[in-house]
């Protein structure tokens, strides 16, 4: 049996040349499924503003930014000094985002940070107010939208009352 000179190196470039080809194809195919489902997810995200979204580009579960619209800071004047705020109780660390690689819900990943030295705090939107009050309530509600009644002076919220929505 004879053998044609450079056989083998046509084969090799014949192989590399479909794989590639495919690759691309599979790509091309992946990318078109990924921006589909993220235009779904912004469909769905805002008929139901309380759900999380995942943000594969940075690894991080995120509350939607819809929080900023639905529980944009609200002041009422209730008993002339206290003042109702709205927003998720989280960790300082944190804040609305936390690890994915963690494994944990948003509720336990805060509570592992406040363990380990962080402080809870109200994420409105793009703002963190940190909570003075019992500690224990934010631990029960961590991860919750909350309405909260107290006093803000400085960017810190004197708790009287928190409430689950």
């Known amino acids: 049996m004879y053998e044609h000179p450079g056989s083998w190196l046509a084969l090799v470039a014949f192989c590399a040349v479909t794989t590639l080809t495919v690759a691309l194809g599979l790509g091309v195919f992946a ?9 779904q997810s912004h469909a769905s995200a805002e008929t139901q503003p309380d759900t999380a979204q995942f943000s594969s580009a940075s690894g991080y579960r995120e509350v939607e930014a819809d929080v900023s619209r639905s529980s944009q800071l609200r002041q009422v004047d209730d008993d002339g000094a206290s003042k109702t705020f709205a927003g998720i109780i989280t960790d300082s660390h944190c804040g609305a985002r936390h690890s994915m690689k963690s494994g944990k ?16 705090v109200l994420v409105d939107g793009d703002r963190n107010h940190p909570l003075d009050g019992n500690s224990k309530q934010f631990e029960a509600l961590a991860g919750e939208r909350v309405e909260v009644v107290g006093m803000l002076e400085g960017d810190t919220i004197k708790v009287k009352t928190v409430a689950s929505q």
């Open 31 to 39: 990318g078109g499924s990924v921006a589909f489902a993220v235009a």
């Open 105 to 120: 819900s948003s509720a336990e990943c805060a509570r592992s940070c406040v363990r380990n030295g962080a402080h809870y």
